[in-house]
């Protein structure tokens, strides 16, 4: 089983910045990849940002030049440095990591979502 705890999510202005937090925990003999997904309502789940293992990202579009993902592999946190935040970005925030278990199986865990809005 694997954990996953965010934090971060706040109330900001258009214009503003924040930063999330997604820390993992448990059992694991390899993390494939972690990432922010995240959703507002009446809209389906959309990715954001991925790292995977060997520090390759991916972005989604409408947030490319403006959000950073990064990692701390030592303490098994991913972070999103979120800028020039527009109300468009307002919604839940989700973590999500997949791993390679020790009986050789992929599994995909997501975090409980932090809540983000960006309103003047």
């Known amino acids: 089983q694997v954990q996953l705890v965010e934090s971060g999510g706040d109330l900001v202005q258009p214009g503003g910045s924040l930063r999330l937090s997604c820390a993992a925990s448990?059992?694991?003999?390899?993390?494939?990849?972690m990432g922010w997904y995240r959703q507002a309502p009446g809209t389906q789940r959309e990715m954001v940002a991925v790292?995977?293992?060997?520090?390759?990202?991916a972005y989604g579009d409408s947030v490319k030049d403006r959000f950073t993902i990064s990692r701390d592999y030592a303490k098994n946190t991913v972070y999103l440095q979120m800028n020039s935040l527009k109300p468009e970005d307002t919604a839940a925030y989700y973590c999500?990591?997949?791993?390679?278990?020790?009986?050789?199986?992929?599994?995909?865990?997501w975090g409980k979502g932090t809540l983000v809005t960006v309103s003047s």
């Open positions: 790292m995977a293992s060997g520090g390759g990202t």
């Open positions: 999500r990591i997949d791993v390679r278990t020790f009986q050789r199986k992929d599994e995909t865990y």
């Open positions: 448990g059992n694991w003999n390899r993390i494939q990849s």
